[in-house]
């Protein structure tokens, strides 16, 4: 049997899980302790993923019949969770074994249907642009009731949701850059969702000089979902982009 060192910090024994809320359930898989993996971040559910797919469910009027794009998913909760109102979610990430888990998460969601489209597709920040970014669309729980396009070919995405996806501060950089991109090549009325544990004033610090730089515009949304992680402060963005002089 041919096997890489790779194999050897590989985890895939996925726990079935269900997330419900309000009259929502979704299952969800994803990994429930440890491993020697060197990074398994994006295969366990975190709380900030937790939070962002409840705030959606009391805001679902904003989701109904939209086309949301998820940056760094993970196991894909808050993108799962989106998915029983929008129109289509698509759901991304870069590491292969997070992608496969996406890929699964599709195939065991059986709410999936033309008026509420799954997809999932590989975007790393650093190293995809926009014109490289492929698309597998699922169009039921069918494993092989699928279209692949480019992001190109989608309808135009209306929102943007991330949750718990900064943790260094040199992936800051890269995610505003693939935003700006969203941004720029769909609609500049574009809004993007996102969940932040501030685990340092820095790392908060130097995010929103990201948004400016990039000329966004951020606020915090009150919400009392926010107040109760554990450990770390808790904020809502919304950002959109900045009005041009000419229309302000």
Known sequence: MDFGLSDLFTNTN???????YKD????????????????????????????????????????EGK???????????????ASHFAK????????PEVLDLL????????????????GHAKIDWINTKYKDI??????????????????????????VIAAEVIYWEDSIVPLVTIL???????DDKLVFYMIFLERTTR????????YEKFNFQYEYLQDPLTKGTAGYECFLFKVVRKPSEASS
């Open 14 to 20: 996925y726990n079935e899980t269900v997330f419900e």
């Open 203 to 210: 790392l908060h610090t130097q995010l929103i000089q990201a």
């Open 134 to 159: 492929n698309i597998t669309v699922h169009h039921s729980n069918d494993e092989d009731d699928i279209t692949e396009v480019h992001i190109s070919e989608c309808e135009k995405f209306d929102i």
């Open 103 to 118: 890929r699964k998460q599709c195939i065991e969601s059986t709410h999936i249907s033309e008026d509420h489209k799954l």
């Open 180 to 186: 700006d991109e969203l941004f720029t090549n769909h």
């Open 67 to 81: 086309n949301v794009i998820e940056l760094g998913s993970g196991t894909g909760i808050s993108g799962l969770v």
């Open 88 to 95: 289509f979610t698509l759901m991304s990430d870069y590491i």
């Open 24 to 63: 929502i359930k979704q299952t969800v898989f994803a990994l429930t302790h440890g491993g020697p993996d060197f990074d398994m971040t994006g295969q366990h559910v975190w709380e900030g993923g937790e939070v962002l797919a409840k705030w959606i469910i009391e805001n679902k009027h904003l989701f």
